[in-house]
């Protein structure tokens, strides 16, 4: 097994993990904790 090649591999793999998330749950995720502030301050 070479280190720098599984090295490689899960770097890869980590950042497309981040990529997906920065494109399809932050969004949604920020946009609900944002309605739930609102709501919060209106009371």
Do not use: H, S, Y
């Amino acid at each position: 097994m070479n280190l720098n090649a599984t090295l490689i591999g899960e770097l890869i793999a980590f950042a497309v993990f981040v990529l997906f998330c920065m494109k399809f749950v932050w969004p949604p995720l920020m946009n609900a904790i944002e309605a739930r502030q609102k709501k919060i301050a209106d009371g």
